[in-house]
Each structure stands twice: as C-alpha cells, then as structure tokens.
C-alpha cells in the first residue's frame, strides 16, 4: 500500500508539486516524494502541528474540523488536506501551478489513504 501511495505522490510532479507527502496526525510519515535536502522527519512533525492547531481553533469556536490548511508565501503555497481522522496530504506548489487541479488529485489521494 505504502508504494501505491508514493507511486501517487510522484505523479503530482507532472502537475507541478515540488513537494508532497502522507502524514499521520501524529507527526509520522507514512509516504512521501520530497525535494532533497528537506529534514523529512520536521517537515512532518511541523505540518501535523500546523493541522492540529487549526482543528484546536475550529473546536474552540464550536465549528466543525477543517478540511484543509493553506500557508502561503512569496513564492509557493503549501496544502494540508484532511485524509480523515489518522491523516493529511500535504503539497506543495509554486505560484502558477493550477491549484484545483492538484487540490483533487490530493483528495484523490486521501480518499485512498482513508480507505486503506
């Protein structure tokens, strides 16, 4: 299953991901198709970090938890998308790239992780 998913993960490059992996909620990877030089085990920890402070957010404001998390910089935008409750699918993309065309291919992408 884990070299499905990174089989997957490799495909967005052609979409123009840079970056891109399956986290667990606790800060694991579960598969992952990063640029070298990323410290793979930080990356993780800070993007289940980032996820978990805004379901905190969500839930202190009585809202339902979120679906996605958007950081964006200068250059890029990196994407955290809920693939249920053990899971995000992160990637991450330059400006220009078609944004809704790797959003579905990421929930495609956590459809399989959920059912997996």
């Known amino acids: 299953m884990t070299e499905d998913l990174k089989g ?6 052609t979409d123009g991901v840079k970056s891109s992996a399956i986290i667990s909620r606790d800060g694991l990877v579960i598969a992952s198709d990063l640029d ?9 920890i800070m993007c289940a970090t980032l996820m ?7 839930m202190e404001l009585k809202r339902g938890p ?8 200068s250059d890029s935008k990196m ?12 990637s991450v993309i330059e400006k220009g ?8 291919k990421m929930e495609s992408i ?5 059912q997996g």
């Open 8 to 13: 997957m993960l490799k495909e967005l490059r």
């Open 36 to 44: 070298s030089g990323t410290f793979v085990e930080t990356f993780a």
């Open 52 to 58: 978990g402070a805004a379901v905190t957010a969500n």
């Open 66 to 73: 979120p679906e996605r998390v958007t950081v964006e910089s």
């Open 79 to 90: 994407l955290i998308l809920s693939a249920g409750r053990k899971a995000v699918v992160v």
């Open 97 to 104: 790239v078609d944004e809704e065309l790797v959003t579905r």
């Open 110 to 114: 956590a459809s399989a992780v959920r």
